[in-house]
Protein backbone atom coordinates (compact mmCIF):
# COMPACT_ATOMS: atom_id res chain seq x y z
CA UNK A 1 0.00 0.00 0.00
CA UNK A 2 2.61 2.51 0.94
CA UNK A 3 4.13 2.34 -2.71
CA UNK A 4 1.18 3.80 -3.96
CA UNK A 5 -0.23 5.91 -1.39
CA UNK A 6 3.12 7.12 0.20
CA UNK A 7 1.43 6.45 3.84
CA UNK A 8 3.53 3.40 5.64
CA UNK A 9 1.23 0.51 7.21
CA UNK A 10 1.42 2.11 10.55
CA UNK A 11 0.48 5.20 9.65
CA UNK A 12 -2.68 3.43 7.86
CA UNK A 13 -3.01 1.74 10.82
CA UNK A 14 -3.12 5.02 13.15
CA UNK A 15 -5.71 7.00 10.72
CA UNK A 16 -7.72 3.96 10.81
CA UNK A 17 -7.88 3.91 14.38
CA UNK A 18 -8.60 7.40 14.84
CA UNK A 19 -11.54 7.17 12.30
CA UNK A 20 -12.61 4.34 14.38
CA UNK A 21 -12.22 5.74 17.94
CA UNK A 22 -14.50 8.91 16.35
CA UNK A 23 -17.43 6.63 15.05
CA UNK A 24 -17.51 4.17 17.71
CA UNK A 25 -17.70 6.97 20.81
CA UNK A 26 -19.92 9.22 18.87
CA UNK A 27 -22.05 6.40 18.41
CA UNK A 28 -21.72 5.67 22.26
CA UNK A 29 -22.45 8.89 23.06
CA UNK A 30 -25.34 9.03 20.96
CA UNK A 31 -26.65 5.46 22.47
CA UNK A 32 -26.73 7.08 25.67
CA UNK A 33 -28.32 10.15 25.40
CA UNK A 34 -31.08 8.50 23.66
CA UNK A 35 -31.31 6.20 26.52
CA UNK A 36 -30.88 8.66 29.58
CA UNK A 37 -32.09 11.74 27.79
CA UNK A 38 -34.37 10.93 24.70
CA UNK A 39 -32.38 12.43 22.97
CA UNK A 40 -30.36 12.66 20.00
CA UNK A 41 -25.97 13.68 19.25
CA UNK A 42 -28.19 16.27 16.60
CA UNK A 43 -30.68 17.32 19.08
CA UNK A 44 -27.77 18.26 21.78
CA UNK A 45 -25.57 19.37 19.07
CA UNK A 46 -28.54 22.30 17.74
CA UNK A 47 -29.86 22.86 21.37
CA UNK A 48 -26.44 23.37 23.28
CA UNK A 49 -25.83 25.62 20.33
CA UNK A 50 -28.95 27.97 20.72
CA UNK A 51 -28.79 27.82 24.82
CA UNK A 52 -25.01 28.86 24.54
CA UNK A 53 -26.66 32.01 21.68
CA UNK A 54 -27.71 35.35 22.91
CA UNK A 55 -31.37 35.03 23.32
CA UNK A 56 -31.05 31.11 23.19
CA UNK A 57 -31.97 31.78 19.55
CA UNK A 58 -30.38 31.80 16.47
CA UNK A 59 -30.85 32.46 12.70
CA UNK A 60 -30.81 28.94 10.63
CA UNK A 61 -27.66 29.74 8.22
CA UNK A 62 -25.83 30.71 11.71
CA UNK A 63 -26.99 27.29 13.77
CA UNK A 64 -26.40 25.25 10.78
CA UNK A 65 -22.84 27.17 10.53
CA UNK A 66 -22.07 26.36 13.71
CA UNK A 67 -22.87 23.01 14.26
CA UNK A 68 -21.18 22.13 10.43
CA UNK A 69 -24.66 21.13 8.93
CA UNK A 70 -26.10 21.38 5.28
CA UNK A 71 -28.87 23.41 4.85
CA UNK A 72 -30.92 19.96 4.37
CA UNK A 73 -29.87 18.38 7.45
CA UNK A 74 -30.56 21.26 9.20
CA UNK A 75 -34.32 22.02 8.35
CA UNK A 76 -35.08 17.88 9.12
CA UNK A 77 -33.54 18.06 12.31
CA UNK A 78 -35.25 21.69 13.37
CA UNK A 79 -38.82 19.67 11.89
CA UNK A 80 -38.71 16.62 14.38
CA UNK A 81 -37.27 19.08 17.13
CA UNK A 82 -40.08 21.60 16.79
CA UNK A 83 -42.53 18.64 16.77
CA UNK A 84 -41.49 17.48 19.79
CA UNK A 85 -41.59 21.14 21.25
CA UNK A 86 -37.41 21.89 21.52
CA UNK A 87 -37.11 24.12 19.21
CA UNK A 88 -39.83 26.62 17.64
CA UNK A 89 -38.95 29.05 14.17
CA UNK A 90 -40.24 32.32 14.52
CA UNK A 91 -40.36 35.39 12.33
CA UNK A 92 -37.68 37.65 12.65
CA UNK A 93 -37.93 41.33 13.96
CA UNK A 94 -35.63 43.48 12.00
CA UNK A 95 -36.62 41.16 8.52
CA UNK A 96 -39.64 40.41 7.27
CA UNK A 97 -37.71 37.65 5.31
CA UNK A 98 -35.78 36.07 7.76
CA UNK A 99 -36.83 33.38 10.43
CA UNK A 100 -35.09 32.22 13.69
CA UNK A 101 -34.58 29.06 15.74
CA UNK A 102 -35.24 29.23 19.10
CA UNK A 103 -34.70 27.11 22.00
CA UNK A 104 -38.05 26.37 24.38
CA UNK A 105 -38.33 26.15 27.69
CA UNK A 106 -39.00 22.09 27.20
CA UNK A 107 -35.85 22.11 24.91
CA UNK A 108 -34.19 23.95 27.60
CA UNK A 109 -34.80 21.55 30.85
CA UNK A 110 -33.91 18.96 28.08
CA UNK A 111 -30.84 19.77 27.19
CA UNK A 112 -30.22 20.60 30.99
CA UNK A 113 -30.93 17.39 32.09
CA UNK A 114 -28.60 16.00 29.52
CA UNK A 115 -26.36 17.80 30.41
CA UNK A 116 -24.66 16.50 33.56
CA UNK A 117 -25.12 12.65 32.10
CA UNK A 118 -23.43 13.58 28.95
CA UNK A 119 -20.29 15.41 30.51
CA UNK A 120 -20.20 12.52 32.83
CA UNK A 121 -20.06 9.57 29.58
CA UNK A 122 -17.61 12.37 27.97
CA UNK A 123 -15.42 12.20 31.05
CA UNK A 124 -15.19 8.40 31.73
CA UNK A 125 -15.24 7.11 28.07
CA UNK A 126 -12.95 9.34 27.01
CA UNK A 127 -11.09 12.11 29.37
CA UNK A 128 -10.38 9.62 32.30
CA UNK A 129 -8.80 6.92 29.77
CA UNK A 130 -5.86 9.48 28.80
CA UNK A 131 -3.10 10.77 31.15
CA UNK A 132 -2.23 14.62 31.33
CA UNK A 133 0.47 14.09 28.53
CA UNK A 134 -1.80 12.50 26.14
CA UNK A 135 -4.54 15.05 26.72
CA UNK A 136 -2.54 18.00 25.79
CA UNK A 137 -0.81 15.84 22.86
CA UNK A 138 -4.17 15.29 21.37
CA UNK A 139 -5.57 19.04 21.68
CA UNK A 140 -2.01 19.81 20.30
CA UNK A 141 -2.80 17.54 17.19
CA UNK A 142 -6.43 18.61 16.83
CA UNK A 143 -5.06 22.24 17.07
CA UNK A 144 -3.10 21.71 13.94
CA UNK A 145 -4.89 19.35 11.96
CA UNK A 146 -7.72 21.99 12.17
CA UNK A 147 -5.58 25.20 11.53
CA UNK A 148 -4.82 22.92 7.99
CA UNK A 149 -8.10 22.47 7.54
CA UNK A 150 -9.42 25.55 7.99
CA UNK A 151 -6.62 26.78 5.51
CA UNK A 152 -7.29 24.72 3.27
CA UNK A 153 -11.07 25.61 3.18
CA UNK A 154 -10.22 29.72 3.37
CA UNK A 155 -7.84 28.64 0.03
CA UNK A 156 -10.95 26.59 -1.53
CA UNK A 157 -13.59 29.81 -1.33
CA UNK A 158 -10.76 32.11 -2.57
Request: glycine content about 6%; hydrophobic content about 40%.
Amino acid sequence: MSEVSEIDPAEWALFQDFVLLHRELARELDRRLQRDAGISQGDYAVMLTLFQSPDRRLRPGALGEAIGWEKSRLSHQLTRMAARGLVERIECDTDGRGSLVVLTRDGRRALLRAMRDHARDIRSLFLDVLTDDEKRAIADASSRVLSRLCGATEVESA
